[in-house]
């Protein structure tokens, strides 16, 4: 609470917080804010198709005649899905990786650092997009896709804490009295190593939503009619600038939450004293 107090003071970071709040209350309450909930699927209206902002349209409607805006709305659960499972799977093999290689040393700490720097000298965008090129195209498929570039990131931060921390007294003292190295290590150097790995959590879950986008835009990520915010970027590209709608909103619907996530984790990063 004291944390979110401070948040709320920081005219920044205040702007994170209802930009967040509004990306996630709108994907939640999807089904009651959007006016045309039908569209979501493989519905076709020729009789509405590719107009302009108007009412009831208020972000105009696609080629077929859907509504852009109850696409958009659904198009936020599924990053936040797709940001919440990748983070939920990629975190805790990070943080187990880097704790293992941090505190323990040794061969352990060679052979899974070098591991992992096989993984960060591959570009995230271009190794997501080789493991979708083994995969088919589906949202399933793309959690694992971008899983797989993630969890390196937290390796190395965790690995970096660890290292530094295991030389502390507290650590030493552990030693002394014969606890166990998962102990000391889950239990001692874990809990301080917990700030920055909320922080760069806050900070990726926009950039998730901006690679998964990024995979959708290239044809390799959710495919149609499953709304995506990326592959309605990419197929209103086509259509500019006459119908700039089809482009401009789910465009600015990624700026969103990648612009949300990122003060709210700036701000942290600030009051929880974390050097990134």
């Known amino acids: ?22 990306v996630v209350l709108s994907a939640l309450l999807a089904d009651f804010i959007t006016p045309f909930p039908a569209h979501v699927g493989s ?34 659960r599924i990053s936040l899905i797709l940001g919440v499972v990748v983070l939920a799977l990629a975190v805790p093999v990070g943080v187990a990786i880097g704790l293992l290689a941090g505190y323990l040393g040794g061969w352990t700490e060679y052979l899974l650092m070098r591991l992992t720097d096989v993984f960060l000298s591959i570009p995230p965008l271009v ?101 995506d915010l990326g592959s309605m970027v990419a197929e209103g590209a086509k259509y500019l600038p006459d119908s700039w709608w089809l482009t401009v909103f789910p465009g600015v619907a990624i700026l969103v939450a990648v612009f949300g996530f990122n003060l709210i984790g700036d701000a942290l990063r600030e009051i929880l004293g974390v050097d990134q």
């Not at 609470?1 to 509004?22: E, F, H, Q, Y």
């Not at 349209?57 to 852009?68: Q, S």
Request: charged letters at 15%; aromatic letters at 10%; proline letters at 7%.
């Open 1 to 22: 609470m004291k944390t979110l107090a401070i948040l709320t003071r920081n005219p920044l970071s205040l702007i994170g917080l209802i930009l967040v709040a509004a």
């Open 43 to 76: 519905v076709v209206d020729f009789t509405n198709f590719n107009k302009p902002p108007q009412w009831p349209n208020i972000f105009g409607t696609d080629l077929v005649g859907r509504d852009l805006f109850t696409r958009v709305i659904y198009a936020y």
């Open 127 to 227: 190794l997501a997009m080789s493991m979708m090129g083994l995969l088919a195209p589906t949202l399933t498929n793309g959690m694992i896709a971008v899983t797989v570039m993630w969890w390196p990131w937290y390796t190395r931060l965790v690995y970096n804490i660890a290292r530094s921390e295991k030389e502390e007294g507290y650590v030493l003292a552990a030693e002394v009295i014969g606890a166990s190295k998962t102990h000391i290590m889950f239990r001692e150097i874990l809990p301080n190593c917990i700030p920055s790995i909320v922080t760069k959590m806050t900070l990726d879950f926009g950039f998730v939503i901006l690679i998964a986008s990024s995979l959708s835009f290239l044809g390799l990520g959710v495919q149609p009619p499953t709304p």
